[in-house]
């Protein structure tokens, strides 16, 4: 097998020993490229008949280009499509110009406890990577989040030989991340074997192109030519500039994304 | 052509340099991405300290405040040859499982000594998990070869010490190579200040290190994980462990002893698949009607099986703070199998620092203590050799629904 077939391979068994293990299971989709590979890897998993819902936390801030393509491939896939939305907060302005962490919190954070809590999953599948983020180099493949949505990153389970930590217990839910061990390249030379379909706002126009996306407000383009997947491989060999360069909550302050994740953000 | 990938873990006692060394390796194959590097020097900065590598890797606020690695962390650089996973595992003994949990996917390992501090506890304990977990591609860097002037004669001295206690645990490093992670020296490019030292960089050192495949000749074995009805069609999904599974194959299920032939191998929008290689997650469909259930293992006729035994014995690294105990009922877990087992009996204990008996036909085993174990079965689990089929011949054991051990099985009984 190359490269791309064993973290396919390893992709989809850990897809599958969720869903083995935990029938009341999710996938987060973000609409974004890795979460779209994600779904992609689950409708191979499960050969076309994705057996759980697909949720997709909405802040109201996304791109148009994100319900587009949202709309379309849910019914292309025939995916059991929930919405997740903080309708309170949402209603009262929430928005980034209250503060960040305060925004995130609001409108991903507590509508994700929300859409947990109103569909009681003991399980999310969601589509992060190691080489995202430094704290997220720190994740195992099966990740339990206690009572209070927290992450206890000093005291993780051991995962060796693919057993995996399985038993949820009372109100906590245990994330699954089966991309866990791709980079950002892997992601796009997939696609491009694939034929995956990914919203056009990370291909260039007028020299610009999002090479990580959130929410509108709160991503900014980098400056890039390029316009095929072809280009964006060549463009991420040679970059010195970080995936989510254009994401403002990594920025703000150095241990934000850390608190974010504490806190139980995606 | 395709790049190969290679994981890599660097293990040691705390403070040697672990995450400096990866820092360096990052800086000096231009891996660093530019605002990661200015993201560390504002921090150092405000640490009122100079640039430390080591923050790079020890991205937790609490890592960056201590300078310790709290959990095991993974990231990428590459050489003209490869690219390079890097596992780096924390040193300090209260986060061992995290090392083992780093350590046990990699496919080569460094092992890195402050050459003016010597095998500490964590050296120790590290070098001995490596042996467990059998990884044979083990570099050694003898680190901070500044502090002692570069000299020759203190790298041969603290190299002899090294490569004694390495010996007693099975362990023969390939390289041991005399570096600062700090300064740079001997890390990517050979260093002009130990003109005496000829042996390669650690980065020539790992270009000679080879991929770890899984058996694609020989005996099948495919373990089987769930089983999926698809519009009418029963396809028994699992992983090719080992051999390669073809369309056709006549095979016989473990532990029922059923036999049948391997009427389709199905992938999602691929017709006529006829061949499954190692590793390979997919799935058959059968041409008899059998029950077919997850942990149980495929295996080819006529080829060698695995052996279905009530009782195994094997050496136990226990990483959980509740002590196994004798005649308690623990799960055992291999592959896709999971069963109930007894603990007969904890033959010998073993102080996995100091490598020392502790107590020979124990009644427990504590944390961080190895173990040589024999567990008991009601009904019959499929186990091989670890040296012939590793995936079936190692195991974690699960207690109160957390993994609190990992093991080898050294022996197979009837």
């Not at chain 1, 389970?157 to 038993?167: A, S």
């Not at chain 2, 501090?117 to 590290?126: F, P, S």
Request: charged share 30%; proline share 4%.
């Amino acid at each position: 097998m190359d490269h791309l077939d064993e973290l396919e391979s390893r992709s989809i068994y850990i897809i599958r020993e969720a869903y083995r293990q935990f029938k009341d299971i999710a996938a987060l989709w973000s609409i974004g490229k890795d979460s779209t590979t994600l779904v992609w890897l689950i409708r191979k998993a499960f050969y076309g008949k994705v057996p759980f819902p697909v949720v997709h936390i909405d802040t109201s801030y996304k791109f148009k280009e994100i319900y587009a393509f949202r709309e379309k491939w849910a019914k292309e896939w025939n995916l059991k499509l929930i919405v997740g939305r903080n309708e309170e907060a949402i209603k009262a302005g929430m928005g980034p110009e209250r503060g960040k962490l305060q925004c995130c919190t609001a409108l991903k954070t507590d509508a994700l406890k929300m859409t947990i809590d109103k569909y009681g999953f003991k399980a999310l599948l969601l589509g992060i990577r190691r080489d995202e983020h430094g704290i997220r180099a720190k994740e195992r493949y099966f990740s339990p989040r206690n009572r209070e949505f927290q992450w206890n990153y000093k005291d993780q389970p051991p995962e060796l030989w693919d057993q995996y930590k399985t038993k949820q217990e009372g109100e906590e839910h245990i994330r699954v991340h089966p991309l866990l061990h791709w980079t950002e390249l892997d992601i796009w030379n997939y696609i491009k074997r694939e034929g995956i379909p990914v919203v056009e706002l990370y291909f260039a126009k007028g020299g610009r192109r999002y090479r990580s996306i959130g929410c509108e407000p709160c991503c900014s383009p980098i400056p890039s030519d390029a316009d095929t997947i072809d280009k964006i491989v060549e463009e991420l060999k040679t970059t010195k500039i970080s995936e989510r360069s254009g994401r403002a909550q990594d920025k703000e302050r150095a241990y934000m994304m850390q608190k974010l994740r504490a806190l139980g953000y995606m | 052509m395709e790049r190969e990938h290679l994981k890599l873990v660097i293990v040691g006692h705390v403070d040697h340099g672990k995450s400096t060394l990866i820092g360096r390796l990052f800086y000096d194959t231009d891996s660093l991405p530019r605002e990661k590097l200015e993201e560390v020097r504002q921090i150092c900065e405000a640490l009122g300290r100079e640039l430390e590598f080591a923050f790079v890797m020890d991205h937790l606020e609490e890592e960056r405040s201590q300078g310790i690695t709290i959990d095991t962390a993974q990231t990428f650089f590459k050489t003209a040859k490869r690219d390079y996973v890097i596992i780096d595992a924390p040193g300090h003994r209260e986060f061992t499982k995290n090392m083992i949990t780093g350590a046990s996917q990699a496919e080569a390992a460094i092992l890195i000594v402050d050459v003016s501090e010597g095998v500490q506890e964590q050296t120790r304990r590290h070098a001995y998990i490596l042996s467990m977990l059998g990884l044979k591609q083990v570099i050694v860097v003898l680190n901070k070869m500044d502090l002692v002037g570069y000299s020759e004669e203190v790298f041969e001295k603290v190299r002899g010490h090294t490569l004694d206690f390495l010996k007693r645990i099975g362990i023969n490093p390939t390289y041991v190579i005399p570096i600062s992670a700090r300064e740079g020296d001997n890390v990517a490019s050979r260093s002009e200040r130990m003109p005496w030292y000829t042996g390669p960089t650690i980065l020539e050192a790992l270009d000679t290190f080879k991929k770890t495949e899984r058996r694609d000749g020989g005996p099948l074995r495919f373990a089987v994980q769930d089983v999926y009805n698809i519009e009418g069609k029963r396809i028994i999904v699992g992983r090719v462990e080992a051999g390669t599974l073809r369309r056709g194959d006549e095979i016989v299920i473990l532990p029922t002893g059923e036999r049948t032939r391997v009427k389709s191998i199905e992938e999602f929008m691929r017709e006529g698949v006829e061949e499954a290689p190692p590793g390979k997650s997919t799935g058959i469909t059968l041409e008899d009607k059998l029950f077919v259930d997850r942990g149980q293992i495929l295996c080819r006729l006529e080829e060698e099986t695995p052996k279905m035994v009530s009782e195994v014995k094997g050496s136990i690294f226990w990483m959980s703070s509740e002590p196994l105990q004798v005649g308690e009922s623990v799960i055992f877990k291999c592959s896709t199998q999971e069963a109930p087992c007894r603990v007969e009996a904890i033959e010998r204990r073993i102080d996995s620092s100091t490598l020392e008996v502790i107590e020979e036909s124990s009644s427990r085993l504590e944390n961080r203590e190895v173990g040589e174990v024999t567990l008991s079965f009601a009904s019959p689990v499929i186990v091989e050799d670890f040296n012939v089929t590793p995936e079936l011949g190692r195991f974690v054991i699960e207690k109160e629904g957390n993994i609190s051990g990992g093991g080898i099985i050294t022996r197979l009984e009837g």
